[in-house]
């Protein structure tokens, strides 16, 4: 089945160790988002790639990067994580022609930083 | 800027019961959609419906449906019949047309359907 794929579901790392969480998808959709949702909150975008086109959310800290190598993975690198980092890190895509803006979403990873 | 607000935080019913979660939003533009998704407790997030803002017709699906009208800006959903498997958080969404499509989310409504 066509589907977005994130690993790990679940990652530990350590405060200021830089991580990496992954998302692939088989939908071959245009836009790959990332959403940082904490606890009992609203999903929140932090960036999305068009294509190859980067598009960074004006409020996102620099501690986030993102890579999409190609058209069915990207990467979310948190350069130093802190406390506040903990959440659960949702991945979504979609094929943003006109009318289909539908999101499909990953099952997430939930990161905690000890 | 978009604006979408869910005021009920948390709802609980008794299964069989019907239920109405609100949603009301903000925007300038004139064409836009409208969304609803499902988080069960396992986390991902469950599309359940998209609406364009110049289509007003209910619809229905199922147990699920869902009521727009666009002179109080909102999309209003309801289960009929509820049952113990939709309990989860919901989440009323507004996305652009064109430009920045990205979704703006509502703080969700937990629905706990009891047995």
């Known amino acids: 089945d066509a589907m977005v794929i994130q690993n790990p579901r679940y990652q530990v790392t350590q405060f200021g160790k830089p991580v990496t969480l992954s998302c692939s998808q088989t939908?071959?959709?245009?836009?790959m988002y990332w959403y940082q949702q904490k606890s009992s909150q609203a999903p929140k975008l932090l960036f999305h790639y068009y294509d190859k086109d980067f598009n960074n959310e004006a409020d996102t800290p620099d501690n986030f990067q993102s890579r999409r190598p190609n058209t069915s993975f990207c990467f979310l690198d948190i350069r130093s994580p802190g406390l506040g980092d903990a959440a659960m890190y949702l991945c979504?895509?979609?094929?943003?022609?006109?009318?289909?803006?539908?999101?499909?979403f990953g099952p997430g990873t939930r990161l905690t930083v000890l | 800027a978009q604006k979408v607000t869910q005021a009920q935080t948390e709802i609980s019913v008794v299964e069989k019961e019907d239920v109405t979660l609100d949603c009301v939003y903000e925007?300038?533009?004139?064409?836009?959609?409208l969304f609803w998704y499902k988080q069960p407790p396992s986390g991902e997030l469950v599309f359940l419906i998209r609406r364009n803002s110049f289509d007003e017709q209910n619809e229905i699906s199922g147990r699920y449906s869902w009521n727009f009208q666009k002179s109080t800006s909102s999309f209003n959903f309801t289960i009929t019949a509820s049952q113990v498997v939709d309990s989860a958080v919901y989440f009323c969404?507004?996305?652009?047309?064109?430009?920045?499509?990205?979704?703006?989310f509502g703080s969700g409504t937990r629905l706990q359907v009891q047995p």
């Open positions: 969404a507004l996305s652009a047309v064109t430009g920045r499509r990205a979704l703006t």
């Open positions: 979504a895509t979609s094929r943003a022609l006109g009318q289909y803006n539908e999101q499909f």
């Open positions: 939908l071959n959709h245009n836009v």
């Open positions: 925007t300038r533009d004139t064409t836009y959609y």
